[in-house]
């Protein structure tokens, strides 16, 4: 739908950009500033060029954070699409248990993510936390804080847990918006519950899944306060992702030509991948 | 193809139904002769979908059973029954091809190779789908995808009875033509027990060999299209069917007389005097504008061009009354005189037709 | 007041929905838009709301340039296929929105709803919400709303399409009355001729995004200036056929001869087109320039008191429309009678060149 043009508009819209541009547009300047340059003690500055981009491209720490992070959000978003289809395909369509079920599915979303992180830190732990002190009684030997295996496992299950509401209430919206007369149609062709799922739930849920898995992987990608507050990034580097990494270089080692350099590339990966989403969301539109 | 009977069949949507409001569908007795061409005709809310949802098993009736070839289905699901169903909405798998769609339900019932191809091809060919068979099925027109929900029931060998419910709602006017007559053909072809539920009286008519009219839950009349038209057992089946419907004016009939708003028109049967509310109706076909003089006088309000004819609307008194006029008729003024062909009107009692004697 | 749109262009992406449209609207007047479905009609409406803006072209309300003026400031009503109320609102409340939002006192408010509801006959459902009344009470709701707002311009698109068939009549007869009495102009869109006849007023004829003709509806109907035109408005479709012209005969497809009376006299030597509709295909013979050609059935369509016969002749497809019942079996030969005076000639390039003589309208 067209827009028509109106020159009053801009004036409404003007105190916005100021404020935009005073917390956004001048911070991100300082940021493409600072890693350009070289900075000794605090004030002095030396224009570097590339330097920084380079020698974050090349390190081995820089590698090492992409890959963890590439594993955690390759994991967490083949856990969490199917389990949350799942979840949503065996919800209720009608009848009272529909608003007890989608206010069970929205509790874990609205938890403030440190408190989340705080939540399974203390469940886990192996001395009186509920999970902790299951799995251990059962015998195998788990401690998050020192094994790299339970940490891994510990961020994982928090993350599903925290996150697949937001898929489920997705998939089960598309899933509403199928007419009844799909699912009559497949009865009288004789269709088996496999095939109804496969050849109309699927295809009817296409966009919405697009976007649930879009916004997991970005959401993913970004992700520091959970992690961050569950194992701190440990034990050792186990679990720091590329976010957690980024803040201990910047703060930690008040490097910051190389955290403003990171900085830049971290958002130019997220920056393609929403270019991803708007293409392929646009492209399907088209197509359908 | 099957004979189905539908036995003290009752549907109420609701959990503990008491009074006769809460039944979408009351009690009927009903049998469709195997093969035979059906319309359920009737306004919104007079039970015909629920009706066909019973009969295609994806309601569970309230009370009574359905009987295929004397067989108790009641308790069996759809794909038990053997039927097809055309919604009225186009149903088709979008992931798949027209081949496929076509294809599916006999996929589904372990069919494949040869049979299932040469099957595909012969129901593709039958609805004009086969230059179409390779394309993506939800890239076709509503027309097609309706043909091919059309060829899904067709295809399967064996099909107890086709049910569609008001297939032709999204068809563009031009194109309901074709499929309608198409339909009628496949009838012709396939010979299997069809059955059609719509609100559109000309899709029914056109359509089926015995319509059945209902209304609030319940069957008013079942009849040839012929019959509905020329004997009409109720005012609603003389109001529903006919475009427009049948004029009915209150009356008080004696003898082989009716007199209606003080003017006498004659009838051409013998009728008890009665205190029951008396209704004569005739169809505006059969109503004939004359010179003013020449019979019950009456002020013409408006005439309405409809192209193949007119429609002159007119009052006899205070009751309007419409009339149909031939398209060359030059008509002027506003005042005229109409004329009833006593063959063709009936006298109802409480809504009800009453036969005099001759 | 006048709505005029003069050379109207609406392009989305490679699609042309509406070409080059000029068209004059008085005030008064119950315009008809008759079209297929995606001809075209609801983009034209929407453009002449002001809810999309067209690619080329200009929109003049009583001379004055519109075609940038968002909706909001028109004075435009719209009433939709889908009834569309807003369901936690009463009947009452529904009505009384486009006032409410306008800051009309109370007192006026009342009045005017209440005025609209009874000439809607409304007047005994005010209290309930939309979705306890029937299909045609919602439309009504909805025409009410559309109506109380006393817009100069009402549109509305297939309002009747998603009403029982019988209810589709008995409002479509309220509605001249309706549209006479607020004095807008009004447009309303529709895909089936015989609501256009119904309505009367005039009819635009719209065919891919192109109106070929506008002009009192039953003009249009009896003299289409195009064969286009003539399949919009014709139901059933009409029947057509190539002929050749000469000496004083038009030549038949298969041999037969007819003579070239009534539109077909005076036309030169040549190949036309004549197109004839379902009631002029005749099983009796009708008059005595009429020639009798033998079809073969197809199928045989009866509606109580008329028959639709589909035949083949020369493998062209025809519809008769007969009085009475005729019950013939597919593959049966037939009998049909054809009559130079009922006929339309078309030339190569579609346009009308003779129309039947009828009766002056009357």
């Known amino acids: 739908m067209d827009k028509t043009v109106n020159n009053r508009a801009w004036f409404m819209v003007l105190p916005v950009l100021v404020v935009m541009a005073f917390n956004a547009v001048i911070p991100l300047m300082t940021v493409v500033n600072y890693s350009v340059q070289e900075s000794f003690a605090g004030n002095v500055f030396f224009f570097e060029g590339t330097k920084w981009f380079e020698q974050v491209l090349h390190s081995d720490r820089f590698h090492a954070s992409l890959l963890r992070q590439l594993i955690f959000t390759g994991t967490i978003l083949a856990i969490e699409i199917p389990l949350g289809v799942a979840i949503a395909l065996a919800m209720p369509r009608k009848g009272p248990w529909v608003s007890v079920c989608l206010v069970l599915m929205a509790l874990p979303l609205l938890i403030p993510w440190n408190v989340v992180g705080a939540i399974w830190n203390i469940f886990a732990l192996p001395s009186f936390g509920l999970l902790g002190r ?16 339970a940490a891994w496992f510990t961020l994982i299950l928090m993350d599903v847990w925290h996150w697949t509401s937001l898929v489920v209430l997705l998939a089960y919206a598309g899933l509403m918006a199928i007419p009844d007369a799909y699912y009559q ?6 269709a088996s519950r496999w095939s109804v799922f496969r050849f109309i739930q699927l295809p009817k849920m296409r966009r919405v899944l697009t976007i649930a898995v879009l916004l997991r992987l970005m959401d993913s990608f970004m992700i520091y306060t959970e992690p961050f507050v569950l194992t701190g990034g440990g034990p050792g580097n186990a679990t720091t992702l590329l976010s957690i990494d980024l803040v201990k270089i910047a703060l930690g080692q008040f490097d910051l030509g190389p955290a403003a350099a990171m900085s830049l590339i971290y958002f130019l990966m997220v920056l393609a991948m929403s270019w991803v989403f708007y293409t392929v969301m646009t492209r399907d539109e088209a197509r359908a | 193809m099957a004979r189905i009977d539908l ?44 009706l066909l949802n019973l009969m295609s098993g994806l309601l569970t009736p309230t009370q009574g059973s359905i009987l295929f070839d004397g067989v108790d289905v009641t308790e069996r699901t759809s794909e038990e029954r053997n039927i097809a169903q055309v919604f009225q909405f186009p149903v088709v798998y979008d992931t798949m091809t027209v081949y496929d769609n076509l294809a599916f339900p006999l996929r589904n019932r372990g069919v494949s190779g040869e049979a299932l191809d040469s099957r595909v091809r012969k129901i593709a060919d039958m609805l004009g789908l086969t230059a179409s068979l390779n394309q993506p099925a939800r890239r076709l027109t509503a027309d097609a995808k309706q043909k091919i929900s059309l060829g899904r029931g067709l295809v399967r060998p064996s099909v107890s009875a086709m049910l569609f419910d008001e297939p032709l709602t999204v068809i563009d006017p031009q194109l309901k033509w074709q499929l309608r007559s198409q339909l009628k053909q496949l009838h012709r072809q396939v010979a299997t027990t069809m059955i059609y539920v719509t609100h559109d009286q000309t899709e029914a008519l056109t359509f089926a060999d015995t319509v059945i009219v209902m209304f609030d839950g319940r069957i008013v009349q079942i009849g040839t299209p012929e019959e509905l038209f020329e004997r009409p057992n109720h005012t609603f089946v003389g109001y529903f069917i006919g475009s427009p419907g049948m004029n009915v004016l209150p009356a008080a009939v004696e003898g082989a007389v009716a007199v209606v708003a003080g003017h006498s028109i004659p009838l051409d049967r013998q009728y008890e005097k009665s205190s029951a509310k008396t209704e004569i109706g005739i169809r505006p076909e059969f109503v004939h504008l004359a010179e003013s003089g020449q019979g019950v006088p009456v002020r013409i309000k408006r005439i309405d061009d409809v192209g193949r004819y007119k429609l002159a609307r007119v009052t006899l008194g205070t009751l309007p009354l419409n009339v149909m006029v031939g398209e060359d008729a030059k008509l002027s003024g506003d005042t005229g005189s109409v004329q009833f062909d006593p063959r063709r009107l009936h006298v109802y009692r409480d809504g009800e037709l009453v036969d005099g004697r001759v | 007041m ?25 005030r008064g007047g119950l315009n008809v838009l008759l079209g297929a479905t995606l001809s075209g ?13 067209p690619t080329e072209g200009k929109i003049l309300v009583d001379g004055h340039d519109v075609t940038g003026t968002p909706v909001r400031r028109r004075s435009v009503a719209m009433v939709y296929q889908q009834f569309i109320n807003y369901p936690n609102f009463t009947v009452y409340e529904n009505i009384a929105s486009p006032l409410r939002v306008a800051g009309i006192a109370k007192a006026e408010i009342d009045r005017r709803v209440r005025e609209s509801a009874a000439l809607m006959r409304l007047d005994r459902y005010l209290d309930r919400k939309p979705l306890e009344l029937s299909g045609g009470q919602q439309q009504r709701t909805a025409l009410a709303r559309a109506v109380v707002k006393r817009a100069d311009l009402l549109l509305l698109d297939e309002p009747l399409a998603n009403l029982d068939y019988k209810l589709r009549e008995e409002l479509r007869e309220e509605l001249p009355k309706l549209f006479a009495e607020i004095g807008a102009i009004t447009v309303y869109a529709t895909a089936e001729p015989s609501d256009a006849l119904l309505l009367g007023g005039n009819t635009a004829t719209l065919s891919k995004g192109k109106i070929t003709q506008f002009g009192p509806t039953i003009e249009v109907y009896r003299r289409p200036s195009d064969r286009e035109t003539a399949e919009v408005f014709s139901d059933p479709p009409m029947n057509f056929m190539a002929v050749h012209i000469a000496g004083g005969k038009a030549h038949l497809p298969g041999g037969a001869v007819l003579p070239a009376r009534g539109p077909l006299a005076a036309l030169a ?47 062209m497809r025809w519809v008769a429309l007969a009085h009475g019942i005729h019950e013939l079996s597919p593959g049966a030969p037939v009998e049909l009678h054809l009559d130079p005076h009922r006929m339309f000639v078309f030339g190569h390039d579609g346009r009308l060149i003779a129309a039947p003589n009828f009766a002056a309208a009357a």
């Open chain 1, 185 to 190: 149609a497949a009865k009288i062709d004789g």
């Open chain 3, 269 to 315: 030597d040549g190949d036309i087109t004549l197109g004839f509709r379902a009631n002029h295909l005749y099983l009796r013979q009708p008059g005595t320039d009429a020639i009798a050609v033998t079809a073969k059935v197809a199928i045989v369509e009866i509606t109580g008191s008329e028959s639709y016969v589909h035949t083949i002749f020369e493998g």
């Open chain 3, 2 to 26: 006048t709505l005029e749109l003069r050379n109207v262009t609406k392009r989305v992406e490679s699609e042309t929905h509406v070409a080059g449209v000029s068209l004059t609207l008085e």
């Open chain 1, 134 to 149: 299951a799995i251990n009684g059962l015998g195998i030997s788990y401690n998050f804080t020192r094994d790299v295996g």
């Open chain 3, 41 to 53: 009609k609801t983009t034209l409406l929407r453009l002449m709301a002001g809810l999309d803006v």
């Open chain 2, 7 to 50: 036995v003290n069949l009752a549907h109420s949507y609701g959990t503990r139904p008491r009074a006769d409001g809460d039944y979408a569908l009351k009690t009927i007795d009903l049998s469709f002769k195997a093969g035979g061409a059906y319309a359920l005709l009737g306004p919104s809310g007079c039970g015909k979908t629920t």
